[in-house]
Structure formats: structure tokens, C-alpha cells
């Protein structure tokens, strides 16, 4: 059993930055590989961006040059530093663990993220 623990979440005005955290109940190398999701209110979940045990990372296209994922293994913390942030950004934000099959088995408790003047 894997828990996550997102934080980092709040308001910010377009064009501003949040880093959000996601702390792991284990060690990341344990782990396959992490992602970052969110879910707009009457929107599909969508998948941000990964990054593997290894460090590789990749990112939709709606968040490339924008977001960036980061890890630190110390902590077992996984961390999503958004800039120029846009209204369509506002959603809720999970991440999660994805296995080696690509599934994602254990989901954080989402945090909100609301960009608005």
C-alpha cells in the first residue's frame, strides 16, 4: 500500500506560479514511475506529466514549456512547478503512481488549483 499526499494547491493570478508537492509513503525507487493529473469540473481527467525512477520525464502538450516535474529522492517527494499559469489551468491535481504496465495503481487526494484575477 502506497500513500501520496499532495499540497501546494490555492489561488494565484494568471501568469503566476505554484509548485505543488506529492509526498510518498515509500521510496520512490520502489516505484516504476510518478504522474501529475488533473480534472476540471465536467472535464476527463488529464495526464500532465511522468517521470520515471530514472528521471525521465514527459509532459502534454497543454503544460509543456510550462510545467515542470521534478523529484527528490530524500524525501520521496514528487514536485510540479507551474509557471505562467492560465484559467484553464484551474482544476483539481492528483498525482499518482504508475506501474510498470502503465497503470496507475495509488492516487493522491487531489489539491485544488484556481487561476483567477
Known amino acids: 500500500q502506497v500513500q501520496l499526499v499532495e499540497s501546494g494547491g490555492g489561488l494565484v493570478q494568471p501568469g503566476g506560479s505554484l509548485r505543488l508537492s506529492c509526498a510518498a509513503s515509500?521510496?520512490?525507487?520502489?516505484?516504476?514511475?510518478m504522474a501529475w493529473h488533473r480534472q476540471a469540473p465536467g472535464k476527463q481527467r488529464e495526464l500532465l506529466a511522468s517521470i520515471t525512477r530514472t528521471g525521465n520525464t514527459d509532459y502534454a502538450d497543454s503544460v509543456k514549456g510550462r510545467f515542470t516535474l521534478s523529484r527528490d529522492n530524500a524525501k520521496n517527494t514528487v514536485y510540479l512547478q507551474m509557471n505562467s499559469l492560465k484559467p484553464e489551468d484551474t482544476a483539481v491535481y492528483y498525482c499518482?503512481?504508475?506501474?510498470?504496465?502503465?497503470?496507475?495503481?495509488?492516487w493522491g487526494q487531489g489539491t485544488q488549483v484556481t487561476v483567477s484575477l
Open positions: 515509500v521510496n520512490l525507487f520502489t516505484i516504476s514511475a
Open positions: 499518482s503512481t504508475v506501474n510498470s504496465r502503465g497503470g496507475y495503481d495509488y
